[in-house]
T-cell receptor, first 111, second 110 residues
């Protein structure tokens, strides 16, 4: 079974803090993705990566950066958290163009 | 206009009944289509891919209408466990990027 894990299920941070969200997959997938999910807006792609040290912007990259130093790990970084970044963050991975496997999500609250 | 649009619902369905709902997409060059299921406070999981000829998986039937640019999902003999949000997902003409609809919430009641 594919397993995608995320470092925290719930996280509370203060405005201006630097926030790291970690995602690890154990199936040697080349592709990894970060989404945020908000009521009424669905899942929106923040960044994705096709390979180690490679990254591409998704639909809403502003305010975020990513790091992929190892194939199995994809990190999302909020350089200076703001209240409008309060959301559910979902990591996903796959090896082909279709089915994506999601982690359990991190519910981030920025106060 | 959103790339992928869904009726948010909720669709309140008596147990044992049939429910169907659609999803429209704006990019006529879209290549692949899927339905994902998301339970409350859980991650999305693939329910089924949608093929041009239509396909069935047990009580679930998916259809694709390229001319009118929509896909549909029909659930027969609804179970309480079918209560979830169903996400319509579309892959564009190039690359690996998936676009998600906002989801249709289905509540099956006894």
């Amino acid at each position: 079974d594919v397993k995608v894990t995320q470092s925290s299920r719930y996280l509370v941070k203060r405005t201006g803090e630097k926030v790291f969200l970690e995602c690890v997959q154990d199936m040697d997938h080349e592709n990894m993705f970060w989404y945020r999910q908000d009521p009424g807006l669905g899942l929106r792609l923040i960044y994705f990566s096709y390979d180690v040290k490679m990254k591409e912007k998704g639909d809403i990259p502003e305010g975020y950066s990513v790091s992929r130093e190892k194939k199995e790990r994809f990190s999302l970084i909020l350089e200076s958290a703001s209240t409008n970044q309060t959301s559910m963050y979902l990591c996903a991975s796959n090896t082909g163009p279709d089915t994506q496997y999601f982690g359990p999500g991190t519910r981030l609250t920025v106060l | 206009r959103k790339e992928v649009e869904q009726d948010p619902g909720p669709f309140n369905v008596p147990e044992g009944a049939t429910v169907a709902f659609n999803c429209t997409y704006s990019n006529s060059a879209s290549q692949s289509f899927f339905w994902y299921r998301q339970d409350c406070r859980k991650e999305p999981k693939l329910l089924m891919s949608v093929y041009s000829s239509g396909n069935e998986d047990g009580r679930f039937t998916a259809q694709l209408n390229r001319a009118s640019q929509y896909i549909s999902l029909l659930i027969r003999d609804s179970k309480l466990s079918d209560s979830a949000t169903y996400l319509c997902v579309v892959r564009g003409a190039a690359g690996n990027k998936l676009t998600f609809g906002g989801g249709t919430r289905v509540l099956v009641k006894p």
